[in-house]
């Protein structure tokens, strides 16, 4: 992944492709685009409550859920 963030019970991984996955206590979920319009996602970073932000290669930020 082009990067990954935990926070708690909550995990995010992203990657250079837009797509991002998520963890919520058991299992990963399918990866998803949640940055069509970007250049790829370079970071993400989680908050508590589940909540993350990713960064993609234009400097746009998305939100991962």
Do not use: M
Request: with cysteine; charged share 15%; proline share 5%.
């Amino acid at each position: 992944p082009a990067g990954r963030a935990r926070h708690g019970g909550t995990c995010a991984a992203v990657d250079a492709d837009g797509r991002a996955l998520t963890w919520h206590g058991g299992s990963w979920s399918a990866p998803r685009l949640v940055d069509a319009n970007g250049g790829g996602l370079t970071a993400v970073s989680c908050a508590p409550g589940g909540y993350c932000v990713a960064t993609d290669y234009n400097g746009q930020t998305v939100a991962v859920r």
